[in-house]
């Protein structure tokens, strides 16, 4: 979703709201560098599996009445999703703990984050800004997008679509603050195809 190249991996990222998935695990035991943050690292392991149980019967149950709003060609169906997000979540618990005590995830929430400017050479944040148009109000959007490129040289955000797949209203308010502030911002296609309509990503920094 991040179009990544083999050199993108080899610079220091920022994961914003990685939460529960597997992408820290599997690049950092590929050699990359790489820091998660996500308010759900407050919490010990045993309650993050605990919230993931509870919340994964969930999962399968929304999407199967949004079924036609995504794109099945590449996933059987509803259980093989939700198998293969059950696969990223056991590879990220099992890596939590020591991933925690070197720093490799740490509990911080947008809009303020405990870095110093230009800390990490990329910063990418998927499925929270734009997603959730409806639950994350323009100021909450506009601060926490220049705080991401305040602690990255580079940001990608994806996707651009709520989740009624229409292009996100803070879209364009977004485009125009980064632009006052004399940043280059591109909307980028993207090849990861899940949710229609979510086929570009923003780029700017
Ligand atoms: C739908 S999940 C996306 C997880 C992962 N990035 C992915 O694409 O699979 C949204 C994540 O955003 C996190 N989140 C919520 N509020 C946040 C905030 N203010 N700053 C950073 N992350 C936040 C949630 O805890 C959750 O883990």
Redesign the pocket.
């Known amino acids: 979703m991040f179009l990544l190249t083999d050199k993108d991996r080899a610079r220091t990222i920022l ?7 597997s ?1 820290n695990a599997e690049l950092s035991r590929a050699g990359g560098s790489v820091v998660s ?4 690292y407050r919490f010990g392991k045993e309650k993050i599996r605990q919230r993931i149980v509870e919340a994964y019967p969930q999962v399968p149950a929304q999407l199967s009445l949004n079924f036609s709003d995504y794109l099945w060609t590449k996933l059987g169906g509803v259980e093989e999703l939700g198998r293969l997000r059950m696969q990223a979540m056991e590879l990220f618990l099992a890596d939590y703990e020591a991933g925690k005590k070197t720093g490799r995830y740490q509990a ?4 303020a984050l405990p870095f110093t400017d230009k800390a990490f050479d990329l910063a990418l ?4 800004l734009f ?1 959730y148009s409806a639950h ?1 109000g323009p100021e ?1 959007h506009a601060a ?1 997008v220049l705080e991401l490129c305040r602690v990255a040289r580079e940001v990608r955000i994806y996707p651009l679509v709520d989740l009624d797949g229409r292009r996100s209203r803070h879209l364009g308010p977004i485009q125009a603050l980064l632009k006052e502030s004399g940043k280059e911002v591109m909307l980028v296609p993207v090849d990861y195809r899940f949710q229609k309509g979510a086929t570009e990503m923003l780029v700017t920094g």
Request: net charge negative.
């Open positions: 994961g914003c709201g990685d939460g529960p998935a992408f943050v996500d308010p759900i911080a929430s947008l809009p944040c998927s499925h929270y997603l994350v909450q926490s």
